[in-house]
């Protein structure tokens, strides 16, 4: 019988075991897994599926044993396929198949030479966080929630602050989180010292000339299906910060807002570059769902909104429950 109702895993066998002891990163584009700090490729098995929400890249193994930093990357969501077991006793971060773009998705702040607006923050369970209007003009709403896709779907990025005096360029809004699926017929164990993050980038500072700062992109997607789930670390979809708005000055640039956490605290908005900016928004986490809109007033640029959280779902028996955040809810 199929260990998920994604795809048949009756049909991929079983790979060998794969060990990750050396920070690394898997890209989902290429199928290739590197080791950082010598750029040496390690084979792994992976295959292609299509599900009802897109392609979805597959590794196929063993035993999936996590023993230093793992990033995963690429345009496609990713699914571990262990036919034996999971150990995570060190960090997952999660970009593959985050969305570049969504339907209601945040609006860009708007532009003015005398105080540009922020970037709305992303959404995705959680609405995101409107960005603060700069001294004369609107910032951009933030992004809709929405309901769980029915299959691995990344969240949604923020959007960019608005343009400022000679034509500079606002904030970035933030990456989003991506989707990871971790499936095994047996025992995912996430220790004390693992855990598996995909939240959203904080917004990026505006550079200067009363710019916008970009919104927080939004939480991702992370799905757990085995007989027993025994997390005694993190499993953590949070929002992004709102970037700071910048002030009058060429030079005088916000600060970024932070990542989302790997914890339940909200990730802090840009502040403390410049007097004059807006601060960012903090982004949603724990049971703070929604991106926040930044609380003071500027008359420069304005800070962008904070990014909402993703999804987090699990399939069998929780053993030990360290931190979700959001919670944890029933897949599918």
Not at 9 to 34: A, V
Not at 301 to 330: D, H, Q, R, Y
């Amino acid at each position: 019988m199929t260990a998920t109702e994604q795809f048949d895993t009756c049909q991929l066998g079983s790979g060998g075991d794969l060990t990750i002891d050396k920070k690394s990163t898997y890209d989902s584009d290429t199928g290739t897994l590197t080791v950082n700090s010598s750029a040496t490729v390690v084979p792994v098995d992976h295959m292609v599926v299509t599900t009802a929400t897109g392609p979805l890249d597959v590794i196929v193994t063993g035993m999936f044993d996590v023993e230093a930093s793992l990033t995963v990357t690429g345009a496609m969501p990713v699914a571990i396929f262990a036919a034996t077991g999971v150990t995570i006793g060190d960090q997952i971060a999660v970009i593959a198949g985050a969305q570049t773009s969504c339907a209601d998705g945040p609006i860009n702040g708007s532009a003015s030479s005398s105080g540009a607006g922020g970037g709305g923050g992303g959404a995705y369970q959680g609405s995101g966080g409107p960005g603060l209007a700069g001294g004369s003009a609107p910032g951009g709403n933030g992004g809709s929630n929405m309901s769980r896709p029915a299959g691995l779907v990344g969240g949604c990025p923020g959007a960019t602050g608005g343009i400022g005096g000679g034509g500079t360029l606002g904030g970035i809004g933030g990456v989003a989180g991506g989707a990871l699926l971790i499936v095994t017929p047996h025992t995912i164990a996430i220790t004390s010292t693992g855990g598996i993050n995909a939240g959203g980038n904080g917004g990026s500072g505006a550079p200067g000339s009363q710019a916008g700062g970009g919104g927080g992109g939004g939480g991702g997607m992370i799905v757990l299906e085995a007989a027993t789930i025994s997390n005694m670390g993190f499993v953590t979809a949070n929002g992004g910060g709102g970037g700071e708005g910048a002030g009058t000055a060429t030079t005088d640039s916000g600060n970024d807002g932070a990542p989302g956490t790997n914890d339940t605290t909200q990730a802090k908005g840009g502040g403390g570059g410049t007097s004059e900016g807006g601060n960012g928004g903090s982004g949603g986490a724990g049971t703070m769902l929604a991106g926040a809109a930044p609380t003071d007033t500027t008359s420069s640029g304005g800070g962008g909104g904070g990014g909402g959280v993703g999804f987090i779902g699990f399939k069998g028996t929780l053993t030990a429950a360290g931190t979700f955040s959001p919670a944890a809810t029933a897949w599918p």
